[in-house]
């Protein structure tokens, strides 16, 4: 994942096929800057669906506002040019993004609920510090990830594999990301903004909601970024790498700021549960039902081949999960190896991944009671761990295992490996 490869991305995303002219109409209007609320407020128009989202949304308890807005017109003098391009701005990224025709899920539901509780969370501490500020909060908490958005969409298996070193060293995607490649979902982001002609303001926030110290709008970008940690901490939503956010995580500038410590936050914390119900609300309101996850599968799960993984760590499993459908390959999961055995008691893998420092029953123990059972002693076995020593591998290799993999992993090679086995 290189500049050059976002560049080029995103400068297809202008292509969109002629079915699609209002959403380029709408681009257009966003991205020049001499455009009126009235040139918008045409094209938007001649979207019914878009039109109904907003003035849903204008109308939804979370404005409050005491009479009915019946029009666009009466939206945008209420809620100003800026907010109505913002927010239509962020049904469009929506809707593009997802007619991006996968047959798996992904993180993408995920990023867009992370999305939307940040908005809310920020809203509710704007409301706190600095009042004026709160509906730019919201919009800019709506588009702070916009970048890991395009990152997900377009270049999955680099996501993957930033997760799952963000998995290994138990450290943050952002991290993970600017170990690995040479842009950053806070860069690719920035490249979207300036080509999308977002306000600088937020620009700001997309850009450096990860380094308050280089923010030109300090008071916004510190709210929205206290506020992902707080999502984060809440699991609402979210990219992956949640597991690994601690309340240390908030930059000392922001702590400061919002006269947060480790005294207070937990009160802030369970405070904001009514602001999550609102952004489930609010979800609704502008992208509606999040689809499940057999809507994405290609087949029914009878025909689909299947990979039970016996692993402790819940995220290692939600990775692995989200690498092998990508195939249609439907995931088994056990957390310690007595679970997995009592799951090969009822139903034969196509394949089995084993780690082996587990509690109960480590993965040798698990691999010596596979290979001596007549029933599970040809099923496949790749063990996925992070011992690496030539004893380990030795040891495993002597007690029947197909292949080894150490962690981190890189995704593309245990997709290969699979695909190899199960043929």
């Not at 003098?77 to 899920?105: E, H, P, W």
């Not at 030795?394 to 245990?414: D, H, M, Q, R, W």
């Amino acid at each position: 994942m290189t500049k050059e490869k976002v560049v080029s991305v995103i400068n297809k995303l202008r292509d969109l096929p002629s079915s699609s002219l209002i959403v380029k109409g709408i681009l257009e209007t966003i991205e020049n800057p001499q455009s009126s609320m009235e040139d918008l407020n045409k094209i938007i128009s001649k979207d019914q669906a878009l039109t109904a989202k907003i003035l849903r949304l204008v109308n939804s308890a979370f404005y409050g506002f005491p009479k009915k807005i019946n029009t666009l017109t009466q939206a945008s003098v209420i809620l100003g040019f800026n907010t109505i391009k913002s927010l239509c701005m962020s049904i469009l990224a929506y809707d593009v993004f997802k007619k991006q025709n996968r047959d798996f899920q992904g993180y993408f539901y995920g990023i867009w609920e992370h999305a939307l509780g940040v908005a809310t969370c920020s809203k509710y501490l704007a409301s706190q510090k600095l009042p004026s500020l709160k509906e730019e909060c919201f919009i800019a908490g709506l588009l702070h990830d916009i970048g890991i958005l395009i990152i997900e969409q377009f270049f999955y298996s680099d996501f993957l594999d930033a997760l799952i070193l963000a998995d290994y060293e138990g450290t943050s995607l952002y991290n993970a990301e600017k170990a690995k490649y040479e842009v950053n979902h806070c860069t690719v982001g920035e490249i979207l903004a300036h080509s999308w002609n977002i306000p600088d303001n937020l620009k700001d926030c997309i850009s450096h909601h990860h380094e308050l110290e280089k923010a030109n709008n300090f008071d916004l970008v510190a709210i929205v970024h206290t506020a992902d940690i707080l999502c984060k901490l809440k699991k609402i939503g979210g990219c992956g790498d949640e597991r690994n956010v601690k309340f240390k995580d908030i930059h000392p500038m922001a702590k400061k700021y919002l006269n947060l410590n480790d005294n207070n936050y937990i009160p802030l914390l369970l405070s904001l549960d009514s602001e999550i119900v609102e952004s489930d609300g609010l979800y609704k309101i502008m992208f509606g039902e999040k689809p499940t996850q057999a809507n994405f599968n290609k087949k029914e799960n009878s025909e689909r081949k299947k990979v039970l993984i016996i692993d402790d760590s819940s995220s290692v499993r939600d990775i692995v999960r989200n690498v092998i459908s990508t195939e249609g390959y439907r995931l088994i999961e056990a957390e310690n190896g007595q679970e997995g055995i009592n799951i090969l008691k009822h139903t034969k893998p196509d394949l089995i991944l084993l780690d082996i420092v587990m509690p109960e029953m480590d993965g040798f123990k698990v691999l010596e009671n596979l290979k001596s059972n007549p029933e599970t002693k040809d099923i496949p076995v790749v063990m996925l761990t992070v011992k690496t020593q030539k004893e380990a591998v030795e040891k495993a290799v002597n007690l029947g295992c197909n292949a080894y993999i150490a962690k981190p992993f890189i995704s593309s090679t245990l997709m290969k490996k699979i695909n190899e086995m199960t043929k």
